[in-house]
């Protein structure tokens, strides 16, 4: 018999992207489909389609689709041996949404195994292009929300967060007030990790507590859908989400189109999705006083709390990998974009150049602050790992005054749910996430702060947030200040 494996699936903004670990936590498969290269039929830039307002931005599901058929074939190509599969889980990027046509629970869970899934599943969709994450187009459903509940600070302290464009409930409602026929057409919404589930399950599969968090419509605490912040956002909403379940449930068994198509065991069992910040605090291991930075498309800081006061910045969700504790988020829409643009104007377009710049710099910049000159509103492409591994961690290090460690943070979230697959079976039985990646190699000590950056970044770091501040609420204020 094979030795067992586990398998974590990372469907991101750019790609999706496949992770085999063994018993012992070694990688033994990677494997990625880029949706702009590989399906050039969809005419995605980035993953995305960018639409004339500049403010909407949606990816068409049916891509999303395709590009598991793909990586399934690709796998199955290259030897890969499905019925080795013990468990998997899998990460969506946060926020996106699909609508499910009315009747498409019977094509999902009969999808016929001589054909690829996305024929199966082409008529299914009520809403061709998912809005995602990157969308801004909804300010006037952030203000209704807001004003439902009683404030921005009274919307945080139920779900988490104040209104934010990107998150589910207000574009559910954009969705629902532009066009309510088609949200009358369709019988369930899955966010995308919940969506990606469904595929493997050949059901809806719920939606989890820490994705859950990221829509403006779970109650943190309770667990439970927010009544007033559903009826604000759609009518009949509750029975189109279904109930949200703890992110380490068991979904059940892998659908037998799997069995049938690839040899997957029909015992492989599916852990439910959760986001790709969440999956990440799993792959990165992260305890209680870490802070994980991660450059993605967007630059992500997160870290794990007890206790959190939900606050006008930022977001609370529910902890992935223990439901009796939250995730703190912050979510930089812009990072890589900016830093892109700094490196084509000051540095030629070079990263090393870039990276030469930087360290000739002194510690503190000699006083000099660069802040955003205005916040954008798409993210850009895909980070660069030179930011990671050459200079990045000593200006953190600096800045934090803490000593910073690094992993292979380009697929923590792929990583992340094949642990996550691995504790799914074992959860209930009370064993941590701790425990069970207790054998992974461990963070690697990058760097420690240079002596004297305390007392030059503690003055600076009060001034960052007061041009923060200036910034956000007037976009046209200047961007050098001495
Ligand atoms: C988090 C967020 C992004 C996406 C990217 O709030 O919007 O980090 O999850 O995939």
């Known amino acids: 018999m094979a030795a067992p494996c586990y398998l974590g699936w990372d469907f991101s903004t750019q ?90 629970i019977q094509i999902l869970k009969n999808a016929s195994s001589e054909l690829p899934l996305h024929q199966s599943l082409k008529g299914c969709f009520s809403v061709s292009d998912s809005p995602i994450w990157m969308d801004s187009s909804t300010a006037s459903q952030c203000r209704a929300l807001e004003k439902a509940l009683g404030g921005a600070q009274h919307l945080a302290n139920v779900t988490g967060s104040r209104a934010y464009e990107r998150f589910t409930g207000n574009q559910i409602a954009k969705i629902y007030s532009q066009n309510p026929e088609v949200y009358k057409q369709t019988e369930r919404i899955s966010l995308v990790s919940s969506f990606a589930a469904s595929l493997f399950l050949g059901a809806y599969a719920p939606i989890d507590y820490s994705d859950g968090s990221g829509m403006n419509l779970l109650q943190i605490w309770e ?76 630059d992500t800081l997160f870290l794990w709390i007890q206790e959190p006061t939900p606050a006008l910045e930022g977001h609370i969700l529910c902890n992935p990998v223990d439901s009796q504790t939250y995730m703190a988020l912050l979510c930089f829409k ?61 200006v953190l290090s600096d800045v934090f005054n803490a000593p910073v460690f690094t992993i292979d943070t380009a697929n923590s979230a792929c990583l992340g749910s094949a642990y996550r697959a691995i504790h799914g079976l074992v959860a209930e039985r009370n064993v941590s996430l701790a425990d069970v990646v207790k054998l992974a190699p461990e963070p690697r000590l990058a760097v420690t702060p240079t002596p004297g950056a305390e007392e030059l970044y503690r003055p600076l770091l009060k001034r960052y947030a007061e041009l923060e501040q200036k910034v956000i609420y007037n976009p046209a204020s200047s961007c050098l200040v001495k």
């Open 334 to 394: 812009n990072g890589s974009l900016m830093r892109e643009r700094i490196r084509d104007e000051c540095a030629s377009g070079s990263w090393d150049e870039f990276s030469k710049a930087l360290s000739s710099t002194v510690a503190g910049n000699s006083g000099n602050l660069v802040p955003r000159t205005r916040i954008l509103a798409t993210g850009g492409a895909s980070h660069n790992k030179k930011i990671l591994q050459c200079f990045f961690p000593q």
């Open 15 to 104: 790609q999706l992207k496949v992770i085999a670990i063994d018993e012992q936590l070694r990688v033994i498969y990677e494997d990625n489909v880029h949706f702009d290269k590989d399906l050039p039929e969809f005419k995605t830039q980035g993953g995305v389609y960018i639409h004339s307002d500049r403010l909407s931005v949606t990816s068409p599901v049916l891509m999303w689709v395709k590009a598991l058929d793909m990586i399934l074939e690709k796998m199955k190509s290259s030897g890969f041996n499905f019925s080795q599969v013990r468990a998997m889980s899998g990460a969506g990027q946060q926020h996106g949404s699909v609508y499910w046509k009315k009747g498409s």
């Open 223 to 298: 667990k439970a859908w927010s009544k007033p912040c559903l009826d604000a956002c759609a009518p009949g909403l509750e029975e189109r989400l279904g109930c949200p379940v703890p992110s380490h449930s068991v979904l059940g068994p892998i659908s037998p189109y799997y069995s049938q198509r690839y040899g997957f065991s029909p015992d492989c069992k599916i852990v439910a999705f959760t986001g790709d910040n969440p999956a990440s605090l799993a792959g990165m291991r992260l305890q209680e006083g870490d802070i994980a930075i991660s450059l993605g498309t967007s």
